[in-house]
Structures are given as structure tokens and as C-alpha cells.
């Protein structure tokens, strides 16, 4: 499986001219400089931004949020969802966010932790991943329909397909994932399915608590890539004619298994 499928053939130059770390510095500096402003939208834990023409030509090529429909039409919404909204707030520190109920009161950046945190207890180490691969660069999307937490880009889906099907572990969670070998084995098929290799992030908290954001300091976390070994395709191939004496004609390969990489993004 190629680790980079690009769509067009001039997909690749165009990514290479149009670096994203530079559209999200652009991104950055108008949502600053215009003073962005969102506002929470408490039936799907989502952020609510208006946009301008040129902020909504950032946060498409910048791939924030998603551009929804309104009968307002002199005006253009994007619905943020709770990591992207906090990371363009926290991270990024280009635009605050007001509450539902009060939308003169701004809300501090502790304010807002604690309300996303209150309605998914898993926030934090889901933000934790988010940010991770969002500072190397990655476009990261929503996972769902390929049953993992999220997707991530080389690029604009628009020029590529997403390389990695992400699923994020935390420590001492009751809902922990893969830890029997089928489920592994499921998300390993799920993942080939769609040529996409599986990248488990392990987030350790290393004894700290959530109360605050600045916990992420302290959490740290561990990249795992996950592919199939097939030992038919791994194996010297044999001259032709000549079988193994162990393997006989037409007999089924070993069960699949997997190979555990330990991989820098």
C-alpha cells in the first residue's frame, strides 16, 4: 500500500507550494486580527463562527469546521467541533468563545475546558491527540464512518487521501479499546479495507488530573502503526516449480497477524 495517494496528478505540487503550516499561520493571524468570535451551541457541543468571504476561503483550505446552511443568506456559519474549536481558542489563541445563554459573557479558557470536559468525560485525551497531530501538520477530520476517532491528511482531502485511520487509547479508561486480539483484528480489516494504516495513540496522563488545561502538559503520548503481516507476500519468493515441502499446493496461508511499528509521524 503506497503510504501517499495523491488524487491528481499535480496534487503533490500543489500541496508542496502550499504548505499547510503556512495557511494555518494565515489563518491564525486574520482570525486574530479581526477579532473572530464563536458562540456554543449547547444541543451538539459544537462552536458557532460567522464568517467572512476570506475567512471562509481560510477555514475550508485550513480544513476547520464545516460550512452549514442557513436561511440567513447574506451570511456564511461554520459548525466547529469541540477539538477544533478548543485548538483554534488554546492552541492557536485566534478567537474566543461566547456561552448560549449569555453571548456578552466570554468565556476564559478554563471556562470553556470544564464545559467540554462536562459534557465528554474523554475530552481531554482526545484533545490531547488532536493537538498532537495538528502541531506536525496533519489534517485531521472526523474518524467516524471508518469506525476510528478521527482521519488524518497529508494535506487538503481535496488533493489526497487520508493516510491514517486514528484511534485514541487513554490510560486506565473503563472503555478501552483493543485489548483482545479481535478487536485488533477488526480494526486492522476496517482500516486496510479503505487502504488506510491503523495509528493508535496512546495518551498517559502520568498521574495528572483533568481539572484544568494545564494538565496537557504533563500527558504524554505514544505512536503506534499498526499494518497486517502477510507471510505470503514477506517471504523469499521460491523458483518456480519448486514448492515447499511445509506449504503444499493450494493450502490456505497462516492466520493474519500483526506487525507492531513504533512510527514517527
Known sequence: MESTRWKGKTSAAIATSNP???????????????????????????ALLEAT?????????????????????????????????FYLHHSLKCFTITETEDEHHTMSTSELWGYFVSRRPGFPEMYKAYEHLRAKNWVVR???QYGADFVAYRHHPALV?????????????????????SDLQCSLRVSGSVAKKLLVLSVNKNGSDVVGPLCLEQFSIEERVIVRWVPEQCREEEPKGNISPTEPKGSVSPTDQADVEGECL
Request: proline residues 2%.
Open 20 to 46: 499547510m503550516s503556512e495557511i494555518i499561520t494565515r489563518l491564525q493571524a486574520y482570525m486574530s486580527q479581526s477579532k473572530a468570535q464563536a458562540m456554543l451551541s449547547c444541543r451538539d457541543e459544537a
Open 161 to 181: 487521501h487520508s493516510e491514517y485511520a486514528v484511534l485514541v487509547l487513554s490510560e486506565g479508561s473503563e472503555n478501552a479499546r483493543l485489548r483482545v486480539w
Open 142 to 144: 472526523s474518524g467516524t
Open 53 to 85: 468571504p476570506e475567512l471562509t476561503d481560510l477555514l475550508c483550505r485550513s480544513c476547520f469546521g464545516r460550512e452549514i446552511t442557513t436561511t440567513e443568506k447574506d451570511k456564511q456559519w461554520f459548525q466547529l467541533g469541540p477539538e477544533e474549536a
